[in-house]
């Protein structure tokens, strides 16, 4: 037993594990911006079929690590409508998890704690009529950063403020056909959060 005694010790330590942790439920705008999907024909719009702006909201777990430096699990769920020629098909889901880094302002200890993020991300597009339990969507992987702050309003309890960006593929709902599809599908995230320390 004496010889496992110092793995032991560097492992309950907290050297190599987080210092504290926090949950929040965020929510609030997902503004999306080069949402135009593709053209219909040759010679259409690549917004012939295009989402539009909705709500988000989701779930972060967050732990520190030493200094300035954390990380952050994300679940989030958003609300956005596939329109095709001008006619709105109808609402659909983007379920979407991710990593990121964040990088504080202020030490541990701060009541605010202003910080910029970075992460990778993946999302799952679920078309009107269909689950992404039943394995229906178009899977897409992407990055985002932004900035936000967070309030230590009691020991116990958090708010906080986020601004993000994430930028990743765009969904293909219709097997290829579609026209004109370029570039990357921007989705900006503004939200607000409440949450629990420990």
Do not use: C
């Not at 210092?19 to 997902?30: M, N």
């Not at 709902?173 to 900006?188: I, K, M, N, V």
């Amino acid at each position: 037993m004496r010889r496992y005694l110092p793995i032991l010790m560097v492992v309950f330590s907290g050297a190599l594990w987080a210092q504290s942790a926090d949950l929040y439920f965020v929510a609030g705008e997902s503004i999306l911006s080069n949402n135009g999907l593709g053209a219909l024909t040759a010679t259409g719009n690549q917004k012939d079929v295009h989402l539009d702006n909705g709500f988000r909201f989701g779930f972060r777990f967050g732990w520190n690590s030493a200094g300035h430096m954390g990380h952050e699990i994300q679940y989030a769920y958003s609300r956005t409508h596939l329109i095709i020629s001008g006619t709105d098909i109808g609402g659909m889901a983007i379920h979407e998890g991710g990593y990121n880094f964040l990088l504080y302002a202020t030490p541990e200890e701060a009541r605010f704690r202003p910080f910029g993020t970075v992460g990778v991300h993946f999302a799952n597009f679920v078309p009107p009529g269909s689950s992404a339990t039943s394995g229906g969507g178009s899977n897409k992987f992407g990055f985002n950063y932004g900035a936000g702050v967070k309030v230590k309003v009691t020991s116990l309890f958090g708010l906080r403020f986020d601004v993000r960006q994430y930028q990743m593929g765009k969904p293909d709902f219709f097997g290829g056909t579609l026209f004109s599809r370029s570039g990357l599908l921007r989705q900006t995230e503004v939200s607000a959060g409440v949450g629990i320390h420990f």
